[in-house]
């Protein structure tokens, strides 16, 4: 399929050009043409700023049932994943594969050409296997295939509750056996047996130190390094993750992650929270990318990350929604500067610029998708555009279209999505699935306990 779009304002990674043609064929830009100041034509006309697609680094897609619920009183991290629990015990590969379709869709119309889903919900409840044990797997790759958007299935190993001590961890719990493949060998063998194609790369993950005992997270660590896979693992998003770390190792998470192979530049840290200043120097030593997830880290009242300072110290920053407070990658964005401005007491961490490049193209690298996120000839023809004269967004000069996108645009902002050159949303409507908040309603209503 060959098509020209033709973006009103465009942002060619260093400034915002007028008028832009991109042309594309068999689902990547193969010219981009400057200074074209009316629409050729035939082109698909975007009105607007249109951007390299956003790279949502972190998701966990049955999360997106607890919106407004967990909303509800008081309580803690803790207390939160009780009821995610509940939730997590509710699905089936059939109504998983309904909500996250719904919840891939409502990234679509955010502006999301891509998602790393951060997978852990294997088995059936009480742990028993699925005639096909990747079912529930391959239920979020043709969910993401039905909503328009790429995946990187990061699967995951789960095998233990806490840590019990230097050599294992504590039994899974009754609502936690449905994570667990037993030993990280067998969930090795389970995952080799996932397919990927045009729309899906296969990854891992280590779900914490918690939760993979440190005898085999060098396994995990290996199989992701003979496929040069993305490797995600959750990192020390708690204290009380550090502190049962310490008292069973004697270290931090990051130095048990290091000593075990994991950390690397194929490897991305989620949350990478609560850090001494010698875990920062790991993580950036080794350029072990960070994805940060500010909407769900206030939500939870997890804490401010030390972004600025892992950056500094080597670490790619990448950005994700994980639990679906919002879907709202802009959001996500500016949040990590906001947050670093109130923590620090002073403004201008980072530029507009390099804010949306961690939502793009540093997004797009940590789920493997290194071909995406830049609006160049040869790269995948995935954008996003972002309306200009909404009440959010009216009234900039060109050459400030990018800090008002990141500054104060939001999802709904979002005019057109294009992922592999076609168009997923148009005029902010969802092309492929016509009612994304009825699927939403309807299941999420199935879930309801």
Not at 26 to 32: A, E, K, L, P, Q
Request: hydrophobic share 45%; net charge negative; aromatic share 4%.
């Amino acid at each position: 399929m060959q098509v020209t779009y033709w973006a009103e304002h465009a942002w060619l990674e260093t400034n915002v050009e007028p008028g832009v043609a991109l042309e594309v064929a068999d689902g990547r830009i193969t010219v981009v043409r400057k200074g074209a100041e009316a629409p050729p034509p035939g082109a698909v006309v975007l009105r607007g700023l249109t951007i390299p697609g956003l790279a949502n680094a972190h998701s966990h897609a049955f999360h997106r049932a607890l919106r407004g619920t967990v909303q509800v009183g008081a309580g803690t991290f803790w207390t939160w994943r009780e009821v995610m629990y509940q939730v997590a015990s509710r699905l089936t590969p059939e109504t998983y594969f309904s909500l996250a379709r719904a919840v891939y869709a409502e990234m679509a119309l955010a502006g999301i050409t891509a998602v790393g889903e951060f997978h852990y919900l294997h088995h059936a409840p009480g742990g028993a296997a699925y005639r096909d044990p990747n079912a529930m797997g391959e239920a979020l790759i043709a969910a993401a295939a039905d909503a328009g958007i790429r995946i990187t299935l990061l699967d995951t190993a789960y095998l233990s509750s806490a840590i019990r001590n230097k050599h294992s961890g504590e039994a899974p719990t009754k609502l936690q056996l449905r994570f667990s493949d037993g030993t990280a060998e067998a969930w090795a063998e389970r995952a080799s047996a996932l397919k990927g194609g045009d729309h899906a790369l296969i990854g891992a993950a280590i779900h914490s130190v918690r939760a993979v005992p440190a005898g085999q997270l060098s396994t995990v660590a290996r199989w992701a390094q003979e496929r040069r896979a993305p490797l995600h693992v959750h990192l020390s998003e708690q204290t009380a993750e550090n502190e049962a770390c310490l008292a069973a190792h004697g270290c931090t998470p990051t130095r048990l992650l290091a000593d075990h192979g994991v950390l690397g530049p194929r490897t991305t840290g989620i949350h990478n929270t609560h850090l001494t200043n010698e875990d920062i120097a790991l993580l950036g030593g080794t350029t072990t990318g960070t994805c940060m997830c500010p909407t769900t880290e206030r939500d939870l009242a997890d804490g401010i990350g030390p972004a600025a300072a892992l950056q500094g110290a080597g670490s790619p920053l990448s950005l994700g929604s994980d639990s679906h407070a919002v879907i709202d990658l802009l959001e996500e964005a500016r949040a990590m500067e906001l947050n670093e401005r109130l923590r620090t007491r002073t403004r201008g961490h980072w530029t507009a610029a390099a804010l949306l490049r961690a939502a793009t193209e540093d997004g797009h690298a940590a789920l493997g998708w290194h071909e995406a996120g830049r609006l160049e000839p040869g790269m995948l023809a995935d954008f996003t555009t972002v309306a200009l004269d909404s009440v959010r967004t009216a009234g900039p000069v060109q050459r400030l279209a990018v800090e008002t996108a990141i500054f104060a645009a939001t999802a709904a902002d979002v005019r057109h999505t294009v992922v592999a050159g076609r168009q997923v949303v148009r005029d902010g409507s969802h092309v492929l699935v016509p009612d994304v908040p009825a699927a939403l309603a309807s299941s999420i209503a199935a879930l309801r306990g």
